[in-house]
């Protein structure tokens, strides 16, 4: 069973670099990451994704969604319009990608600092065909509020 939503400062650290793991990469169970490797920021968990998406939780910290709806995504998926890493309120979107960045740390394997935070009210949730490459399901929002690079 999963945990409970939590206040930010209660999520779990990565036991490696200390820093915040998101409720989207929350269990070992995690896209591309070794079997039996101890969540982290590193890889979204595909359960906790596909949870995020149907129950409208926080990517960040697993609590209810209102909105606006906060995306994080790197500049290319902005571009797109299309983003990885689940759906998650404001201010938890905000403090993780503040931590991340000051840590100089990646997140999902790109450089903090090259992602944005993109408002929107609603989102579509496209699932991967099978004859797709990238095996990661898709966030895309529907009436992008506005959008705020880093820095």
């Not at 903090?112 to 009210?121: H, N, P, R």
């Amino acid at each position: 069973m999963d945990p409970a939503p939590r206040a930010y400062d209660e999520l779990p650290k990565d036991p490696t670099t200390g820093l915040t793991v998101p409720f989207a990469c929350g269990t070992a169970d995690a896209f591309g990451a070794p079997h039996g490797s101890a969540p982290s920021g590193a890889a979204l968990d595909k359960r906790r994704v596909t949870q995020c998406a149907l129950s409208r939780v926080c990517g960040v910290c697993g609590a209810g969604l209102g909105r606006p709806i906060a995306f994080l995504g790197t500049g290319r998926e902005v571009g797109r319009n299309a983003f990885h890493f689940p759906p998650g309120h404001l201010e938890c979107a905000s403090r993780l990608l503040e931590e991340y960045v000051a840590a100089g740390a990646s997140l999902l394997g790109d450089a903090a600092e090259e992602w944005q935070i993109v408002l929107t009210s609603g989102f579509e949730y496209l699932r991967p065909a099978k004859e797709q490459e990238d095996r990661r399901p898709v966030f895309c929002p529907n009436s992008v509020i506005s959008h705020h690079p880093v820095g």
